[in-house]
């Protein structure tokens, strides 16, 4: 028999396109400038029903400024964008009826309420019947695995807790959508790959979920289709194989240094067949990472910029996705 | 020398930091309207109590005004450089400690006395009492005493207030204090014996005195002696909140803990 | 229809309870009471007292109520804001309005703390005994006065949602409110200008209810009529500024920045 597939639906659930959205920022005190910062510069984007779609970018990148949008929390400054083919801006409620909103952090609750009061406020608020409130928060409570822990007080709980708590409120009314905005942050692994177990099983049961998030692993593991954003603009969109592909089929030279300077990096940098140059910080090391062009052979001509840095391991291996957004966002 | 140096660049530096709390919005419905207000409703309520003149009300609470920003901007500010752990080691610091609290309390002072003079203004005009222009500058003089001794205070129970977990409501109840007990809309002589009694320890009592007696026709050498007995009692809360601070300094660095200063 | 009764009756359940765990709020509820009071009462002992004391407890009560309602209400945004809990409330599919509206019911239903407090501070520390004319219209005057004092903070929320910075302008009118509307000063001491301001201001009614159950046989209902006319107009005016100043929040996206 074989494994059961997901069959993705043929209808576009989510429909973004040409997004913009732009923010007036004043500075200074007595003299008041303002200038205007354009957090999101024309993203377009659909997911399909039953997808798990990705939205992946470093911070600031216009990630949640996307979300919000789509969430009918911001009104874009131009394009347009449907949830389920309500127009976000001027179905605002209908949108708001279909959709759930979870984001990490330790806010977003009220701190000196229990957890079951939290819920049963949002169920009130979120529409969800008051006949099928006890019932449908019971069932939550067992999803996300905090069944006994309802009466204590959220000030109480931990931040793999508020998270599954979050998760709890933004499914209360059964939204067939579902936007997770950096779920897994700050969270204890062991919990977090509880958060994203939890998170896979929801487009099993037929939901349709948009994930921002900056763990490359997290979005490899869990998403049907990623979108690169940064800067506010989409830089590459597919399936995570399509875009590890989509990196130049060279390799990637790994050597950890002990005391490498900007000068070195520089001079690997303008290297002749280098693709890029990322230097990770490790407590007493760093770990240099270059992307290299196909055909090339670089690792003595990399050695030898070395030459005076203490050098420990060093290996070349595939390029990942990683790798991929890397090259993407610093293009 | 280097204490007026510290206690200037100090002061000015610290005054920038105010300048978040300072905005407008924010500045004047704490700072601006309330206190003229004040001001309006204690005299009304003394007109409805048939008790005392407008005079007596207008100087007894544009006077105690200076508490103020005297006890809020300096628990704020207190409060804040405790926040961003920059409060151990100033108190740490080998400059005069005494130069460098008054330095950073003069703008307090300057608002103090700014916010003291305002409503003064304000309620005279609004309700008519009448001002020998000659009175002004000793009333002046008697402000900013009162500014002084005011944000002394403010210092001393500041550091009292570190230990409390609810700074705000601390600095209420002294606010209430003054307000009830020094004379400022109740003569000394119908309160309760044990309250007037605490009111000769406190700020505001002694400049309140100064201050009706000035606009009753005294001079600036009559109310001499009541000036000065001010000024003491704010050194002593001075001296008082900075050795508190230290204290809890040396404490703090014994412990290692953080969160105490 | 009854959806909404539904919403706002449970929000303001769950908002009161919020509320009520908060140490802060209650103590500053109760304590100005107490002091403004207590002043009254020695004011009116040195000068010339009126009949009853006890007016003065009152109006202290009712100052208190205003003070938290004022208060609570410019920063019942604010607080949401902190709780970081704004956003999912006004991405609720229930009309912001109904959402905001508790809130600031539940924070002028504080002052039920206050009232308490004042009138044992009086009667235990002042001995000003605690007799009341018409104990059942006094009871019965108390609900509307907290509902119709809490929308005028639900006008106020509802104008603050605009501005950042609004969180601060509850200070501002807590002295002018109690002045205008007599709570502690009779009216008729203040320039004739601030009688008609005072009609439209809900602790005006609120005060005359209490007083006419406390003191003259004279029955409440007019007043209470009055409480409950306000709070129509107030729902009214809030709710529809409230949906402009959302509306032009999305738009600014100042709805999120703390």
């Known amino acids: ?294 055909g090339t052979e670089l690792m003595h001509v990399i050695l030898a910029q070395l030459d005076g840095a203490s050098v420990g391991r060093i290996s070349q291996r595939e390029p990942t996705l990683e790798d991929a957004y890397v090259q993407l966002v610093t293009a | 020398m280097t204490a007026v140096r510290v206690a200037l660049v100090g002061g000015l530096l610290s005054f920038r930091g105010l300048f978040s709390w300072l905005h407008p919005a924010i500045f004047v419905p704490t700072m601006v309207v309330p206190p003229l207000f004040q001001v309006l409703f204690f005299a009304y309520l003394g007109r409805a109590a048939e008790l005392e003149s407008d005079s007596f009300y207008v100087v007894g609470n544009s006077i105690q005004l200076a508490a103020l920003p005297g006890l809020f901007a300096v628990s704020q500010a207190i409060n804040g450089e405790r926040k961003s752990q920059t409060l151990a080691p100033l108190l740490a610091s080998p400059a005069s400690r005494v130069a460098l609290f008054l330095g950073r309390s003069l703008p307090v002072m300057a608002i103090g006395l700014g916010v003291s003079f305002a409503s003064f203004g304000f309620g005279s005009a609004v309700l008519g009492v009448e001002v020998d222009a000659g009175v002004l500058p000793p009333l002046l003089a008697t402000m900013t ?104 300094e040396r404490v703090a660095r014994r412990r290692a803990t953080l969160d105490l200063v | 229809m009854t959806r909404v009764v539904r919403v706002v009756a449970f929000g303001f359940l769950i908002h009161f309870k919020h509320l009520t765990r908060n140490p802060f709020d209650v103590m500053v509820t109760t304590i100005w009471p107490l002091v403004y009071a207590s002043l009254a009462y020695f004011m009116f002992r040195a000068g010339s007292p009126p009949e009853s004391l006890l007016i003065a407890s009152i109006g202290a009560t009712v100052m208190g109520i205003w003070s938290v309602t004022t208060v609570g209400a410019a920063d019942a945004i604010q607080r949401q804001r902190w709780a970081g809990v704004l956003e999912v409330l006004v991405a609720a599919p229930t009309p912001f309005w109904t959402v905001l509206l508790p809130i600031t019911i539940a924070s002028s239903a504080i002052g039920i703390y206050s009232l308490a407090s004042t009138l044992l501070w009086g009667r235990f520390l002042f001995g000003i005994p605690l007799e009341l004319a018409q104990p059942i219209w006094f009871l019965v005057s108390i609900p509307p006065t907290i509902v119709s004092i809490g929308l005028l903070g639900f006008v106020m929320a509802s104008v603050v949602v605009r501005f950042r910075a609004g969180w601060a302008v509850g200070n501002m009118f807590e002295y002018p409110v109690w002045i205008v509307t007599g709570l502690l000063i009779p009216v008729a001491l203040l320039p004739a200008w601030a009688e008609p301001v005072s009609w439209a201001l809900a602790p005006t009614w609120g005060m005359r209810a209490l007083s006419d159950a406390a003191f003259s046989g004279g029955s409440p209902l007019f007043d209470i009529g009055m409480c409950v006319l306000l709070s129509a107009v107030y729902t009214l005016v809030g709710a529809v500024l409230l949906g402009r100043f959302l509306q032009s929040a999305r738009r600014r996206a100042t709805l999120s920045l703390t």
């Not at chain 1, 009130?124 to 928060?137: C, D, F, K, M, S």
């Not at chain 2, 002084?148 to 700074?167: K, N, P, Q």
């Not at chain 2, 001079?219 to 704010?234: F, N, R």
């Open chain 1, 1 to 294: 028999m074989s494994p059961p597939s997901r069959t993705l639906g043929r209808v576009n659930v989510v429909e973004a396109v040409d997004l913009h959205r732009t923010y007036r920022v004043t500075t200074g005190t007595i003299r008041r400038r303002s200038h205007d910062v354009e957090a999101v510069r024309g993203v377009s984007f659909s997911i399909r029903e039953g997808e798990l779609f990705g939205l992946l970018g470093p911070n600031g990148a216009g990630k949640t400024t996307t979300i919000k949008m789509l969430i009918t929390l911001l009104i874009p400054t131009s394009g347009s964008a449907h949830v389920l083919g309500y127009d976000v801006v001027r179905d605002a409620a209908r949108v708001r009826e279909q959709v759930g909103y979870v984001f990490g952090g330790d806010k977003g609750l009220y701190e000196r309420l229990s957890a079951l009061d939290n819920l049963r406020y949002f169920a009130e608020l979120y529409g969800v019947e008051p006949r099928r409130q006890r019932a449908r928060i019971d069932e939550l409570l067992g999803l996300v695995g905090l069944r006994g822990r309802e009466h204590e007080r959220v000030e109480g709980y931990s931040r793999g807790m508020r998270q599954r708590l979050h998760l709890a409120r933004g499914l209360i009314h059964d939204p067939p959508v579902l936007f997770l905005d950096e779920p897994t942050i700050g969270v204890d692994p062991v919990g977090a790959r509880e958060l994203r177990a939890l998170i896979a099983s929801l487009t099993k049961a037929g939901k349709t979920v948009l994930l921002t998030t900056h763990y490359m692993f997290e979005a490899d593991s869990l998403c049907d289709r990623i979108a690169v954003i940064t800067d506010g603009a989409i830089v590459a969109q597919g399936t995570p194989q399509q875009l590890k592909a989509g990196v130049e089929q060279g390799g990637v030279v790994e050597v950890e240094v002990f005391g490498i300077d900007e000068a070195q990096v520089r001079r690997i940098e303008a290297l002749p067949g280098v693709l890029a140059v990322t230097v990770e910080e490790q407590e007493l090391k760093q770990l240099l990472i270059v992307q290299t062009a196909p």
């Open chain 2, 145 to 248: 005493v009162t500014a002084f001794s005011c944000t002394a205070l403010g210092i001393a129970h500041a550091a009292v207030g570190l230990r409390v977990r609810e700074m705000a409501v601390f600095s209420n109840l002294v606010f209430a204090v003054l307000l009830v007990f020094c004379g400022v809309n109740v003569p000394l002589d119908d309160l309760p014996g044990w309250m007037g009694t605490v009111a000769q320890g406190l700020p505001v009592t002694h400049t309140v005195e100064a201050g009706r007696e000035l606009l009753a026709g005294a001079s600036l050498a009559d109310v001499g002696g009541l000036l000065v007995t001010e000024l003491a009692i704010g050194a002593a809360y001075l001296v008082l909140g900075l050795a508190l601070l230290r204290y809890y």
